[in-house]
């Protein structure tokens, strides 16, 4: 067999990382063309939660300053979702890694870099689906967008910006748990981290330490972000916690430093399980 060395110089190494990626994000687009359920179950949860919580929910709760409880409650489903997408590639990551698909990639001349980057950015495609979908849903069941064009644009974009940040955390893990009995036992902790959160329910009527927790959850500031951008009810109050007063900083913060984190972890993990 030839050996393939990589390029020698970093432009030449990126290009290399990046046309590689790129053809394992075509991969992904494979795989769910060949199995349609899971891209089908994945498309209808969304819908199904605007249908549960907005009709379950919408006669019990309240929202503070008046509003319809359903235009509060689709942001914090879109934040929801988007945070429940990290298990995905979770499942993704360690299916392949417990299939000996990742010791294949091992073998191929291509870029170590380039299978994080391919799992990542195929769930940005399946991101943007989900949110379609969910936004088809929630102006069905009388959610709008008040601000115009512009900052509509905004909160989708923040959303596919912490989906994709998390979205390494997911491989991250994946790598790390190495195989995909394990990872199906994280399903159950996500849930807890989203329902502590104003997504559902104002903060302001939990125990303080809850309140508090709630208020610094990175769920709750892409929440607030989205309200303040979509134009929903919801908006926070004169004394509310930093992260819930200025939400878009704090998620584009939360963002940065996921990113940060997890994409080095990831790429070093990777590359570690190879020796």
């Known amino acids: 067999m030839t050996a393939v060395t990589a390029p020698a110089s970093h432009t030449g190494r990126l290009r290399w990382a990046l046309a590689d990626g790129l053809t394992l ?12 359920g899971e891209l089908i179950a994945a498309l209808i949860f969304p819908a199904v939660m605007v249908v549960l919580f907005g009709y379950v929910f919408g006669s019990a709760i309240s929202v503070p300053g008046g509003g319809n409880y359903r235009e509060y409650l ?27 698909v990742m ?28 949110m379609v979908i969910m936004a088809g849903a929630g102006l069905l069941v009388g959610w709008r967008a008040h601000n115009g064009i512009w900052q509509t644009a905004e909160a989708f974009l923040l959303l596919a910006l912490m989906r994709y940040a998390l979205s390494w955390a997911g491989c991250y893990l994946g790598l790390v748990v190495k195989n995909e009995q394990t990872a199906d ?23 303080r330490v809850l309140q508090v927790i709630a208020d610094w959850n990175p769920v709750s500031a892409l929440t607030a972000a989205c309200r303040d951008l979509f134009g929903n009810p919801g908006a926070p109050t ?21 990113l940060a984190v997890f994409v080095p972890l990831s790429v070093r993990t990777y590359r570690r399980r190879g020796r």
């Open 238 to 258: 004169g004394d509310a916690a930093w992260p819930v007063a200025h939400p878009v900083a704090a998620t584009l913060g939360w963002a940065l430093v996921l």
């Open 103 to 130: 010791d294949r990639f091992r073998s191929m001349p291509m870029a170590r870099s380039a299978v994080p980057f391919g799992q990542t950015g195929a769930e940005i495609l399946n991101g943007v689906l989900g």
């Open 74 to 100: 689709m942001p914090g489903l879109f934040a929801m979702v988007t945070f429940t997408g990290t298990l995905a590639v979770t499942m993704r990551v360690a299916t392949d890694a417990s299939r000996g």
């Open 185 to 207: 036992q994280l399903i159950p902790l996500v849930f807890p981290i989203t329902m502590l959160s104003n997504s559902f329910v104002p903060t302001g009527g939990m125990p």
């Open 25 to 36: 994000i075509g991969r992904e687009i494979s795989r769910i063309r060949q199995e349609p």
